[in-house]
């Protein structure tokens, strides 16, 4: 077809994701959605294959796919102009029920010819444990309202009987009620802009562009692979429950234009919500793939087509139903996406042409904590603490990692302001800044994370409680390139200043700087629910991102500023990158530094190995 | 004719090299790790304070026997197998 016409539909496909991602958040009324960026809208062809992956989680892309596909198979020849459905089960397509896939059909001219559909973190779904995240689940029947399809709107009007139903198993149905309106607005934006391109070009020629598209990233994404080397690399995650360990083993696998990730001897499905469905591996794998290697080519069904997973039935990252699962999505579905971006990543080093693109994991351990309770304006608040979002970068072969520089798996994920969380919650922030020492070490730093203090505020009933969940706090999880140390891992503790004895320092705990300054017992958690009550502070501190090279190769003078802008710690600058710097942080010994460096590359070389 | 097997390694006539000074990790097609100098250090205080997990990680280094470069590192349990990477010929 003409280059310029595909061209323009090709942009108009793009424009029109992004369009329905604005309404997504001038409805939504939560700030995981609005701030932290905790969505996706995908377009999809008429058999529910991917078209256009939009921004947001990009775990959702095939499983939104899945969810269309799963959608035509029920309703069959009952698919109308106007109709919505809801899906929101994780043995169906969903990864978790509290991300609730809205999919709408897109007729013309009386025929079915796409599928936009989206995604929220909803408010509630009326699981155990408020927002959704439910640490000691037993099964996926603890994890509230769950449905492998349901026709929440037809032909234009919201069916009352069903979305009155839905409210009525969840908690705050005044939010979930605008959750759900905002991703009907999404998808009506995402139909009007797909009709109003299907009239200006007619059906046949956008479909043919559709098809091209697809067609090209196919062809392109098998071009790239063929021009990688061919070989086999392995990664390993962890995950900590309450001293239980658990792991995802990936051996991803070249040859030619396939691309194979294969999770066998990962643990088998776990007595906690940390398991995942097969279809939310499929999309924990493809979120690092579409950015890393498919940064120049669209995201759709073609590059689907190239990849194959293997996926052992009753193992963590393919459970059966009714494992709990509900921790999923900061689980074995984001192990599964660090697996696979480390892997990856060493992939893309072993090629000259693509070394550039290599990539140390980014913020491996994304984590939930929802804080519930009633807030200082009487009402019962929910909501993330979206600092999650925040992340950090793994090191490039020529750059640093980003400090607090987000994700993979969502590249426009973001936190909210201190300010906003203070509003919502009866809650004050003693500190929130970026972590010394927390990004790995390597020529190449992983960037920072972050630390943050929450103490209660003006609370009705003293504070309130929280629900931490995700992979623990005793393994780093973003993973090193080259050599590079891998990120610092997480820290969750529960400070009890309450039952502290008076601090002798006369210093108010209320205002201290540092977790350090707090007066209380330190309690490490990272799993379960706990109250933040009184003077009690919850410590968070994340990850940092993966490092790369040998810290033996980091300029002397970057490690300097390192330890300047607090990045670094003077010893861990001397310990680890063999750097001597002087008390007052001015300037560092070259001679020493050289013999320290000598010293500490000597003391790699074990006896037996030096002969 | 030299081949890139990493940022650290790369294959020379037929054998996995240290980039840096040339030595030999064994033949290319085969795992290489065994070949390294390997220190097993604990994960906690591995590079400051933040390096507060469990006790029983660690962090295993991967050096040049010869001259000392870092190869490779990987977070492990000690009973771990170590994770291989192979470049097919
Ligand atoms: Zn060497």
Redesign the pocket.
């Known amino acids: 077809m003409d280059p310029i016409t595909f061209s323009i539909i090709r942009h108009r496909l793009f424009r029109i994701v992004d369009e329905a991602v604005i309404t997504l958040k001038h409805v939504s009324g939560s700030a995981i959605t609005n701030e932290g960026h905790d969505l996706m809208v995908s377009l999809y062809r008429a058999d529910g294959s991917l078209l256009m992956g939009g921004v947001g989680f990009l775990h959702h892309l095939t499983s939104a796919a899945e969810a269309c596909k799963a959608t035509i198979r029920r309703f069959g020849d009952d698919i109308n102009e106007g109709d919505v459905f809801l899906l929101n089960d994780p043995y169906t397509a969903a990864l978790h029920t509290s991300d609730i896939y809205l999919v709408a059909p897109i007729h013309h001219g009386g025929e079915l010819v796409a599928w936009s559909a989206c995604f929220v973190h909803v408010y509630d779904i009326g699981a155990t444990n408020p927002g959704g995240f439910c640490p000691d689940a037993p099964d996926i029947f603890t994890e509230g309202f769950s449905s492998p399809g349901i026709r929440l709107v037809s032909g234009g009007t919201v069916n009352r009987d069903v979305m009155d139903t839905m409210l009525n198993m969840v908690r705050s149905p005044e939010m979930v009620a605008l959750d759900m309106s905002s991703m009907i607005a999404c998808n009506n934006v995402a139909r009007e802009r797909m009709l109003a391109l299907i009239e200006k070009y007619g059906h046949e020629t956008v479909d043919e562009a559709c098809r091209t598209l697809i067609g090209q990233s196919e062809e392109l994404l098998r071009e790239r692979l063929r021009e990688l080397p061919d070989g086999s690399w392995q990664s390993r995650q962890y995950i900590d429950v309450k001293g239980e360990v658990f792991k995802v083993a990936l051996t991803m696998t070249k040859r030619d234009d396939r691309l194979v990730f294969d999770f066998s001897g990962s643990s088998p499905q776990a007595p906690y919500a940390i398991n995942c469905t097969r279809w939310a591996s499929l999309g924990g794998l493809f979120a690092p793939l579409f950015p890393l290697l498919c940064f120049d080519i669209t995201w759709n069904e073609g590059v689907v087509r190239p990849i194959e997973m293997i996926a052992p039935e009753g193992s963590i990252v393919n459970c059966t139903r009714p494992a709990p699962v509900s921790v999923a999505t900061v689980g074995a579905i984001q192990s599964v996406n660090n697996a696979a971006c480390a892997a990856i990543g060493k992939m893309l080093d072993a090629s000259e042409k693509y070394a550039s693109e290599a990539t140390a994991v980014w913020h491996a351990n994304h984590f939930a904590v929802f804080m519930f309770g009633r807030n200082q304006h009487g009402g019962e608040a929910i909501g993330i603490l979206t600092e999650t979002f925040a992340g950090s970068g793994g090191a490039r072969n020529f750059a640093d990692g980003i400090d607090v520089g987000g994700e993979i798996p969502n590249p426009i994920s973001r936190m909210a302001n201190v300010e906003t969380l203070e509003t919502i919650f009866p809650l004050r922030y003693l500190f929130r800044r970026r972590m010394t020492d927390s990004g790995g070490p390597g020529r190449y730093r992983g960037g920072a994370g972050m630390e943050i203090g929450l103490t209660p505020h003006d609370a009705p009933d003293g504070g309130l409680h929280y629900v931490v969940s995700g992979k623990g706090a005793d393994f780093p999880m973003s993973e090193g390139l080259a050599g590079g140390y891998p990120g610092a891992p997480n820290s969750y503790i529960w400070v009890k200043n309450n039952e502290a004895e008076p601090d002798p320092r006369n210093t108010d705990a209320g205002f201290s700087r540092s977790v350090d300054d707090l007066p209380g017992e330190q309690e490490r958690i990272s799993w379960g629910v706990f109250p933040l009550m009184g003077d009690d502070v919850l410590y968070v501190r994340w990850n940092g991102g993966g490092g790369y090279g040998d810290p033996l190769d980091r300029e002397p003078e970057t490690v300097l500023e390192d330890c300047r802008t607090g990045a670094v710690s003077r010893e861990t600058a001397e310990t680890v990158y063999g750097v001597v710097i002087d008390e007052s942080l001015s300037s560092f010994d070259p001679s020493a530094t050289a013999a320290r460096r000598k010293a500490l590359a000597a003391a790699r070389i074990p006896a037996e190995a030096a002969e | 004719m030299s081949r890139r097997f990493s940022t650290t390694l790369e294959i020379e006539a037929g054998e996995i090299c ?6 030999a990790l064994g033949p290319a097609g085969a795992p290489w790790k065994r070949h390294a100098a390997m220190t097993e250090i604990p994960m906690r205080g591995a590079a400051g304070v933040p390096y507060s997990g469990g006790e029983r990680v660690v962090l295993r280094r991967f050096a ?6 870092l190869l490779d590192s990987e977070t492990a349990l000690p009973e771990d197998p170590f994770l291989d990477d192979v470049l097919f010929d």
Request: charged share 15%; glycine share 16%.
């Open positions: 240290c980039r840096k000074c040339g030595h040049c026997p010869a001259c000392g470069a």
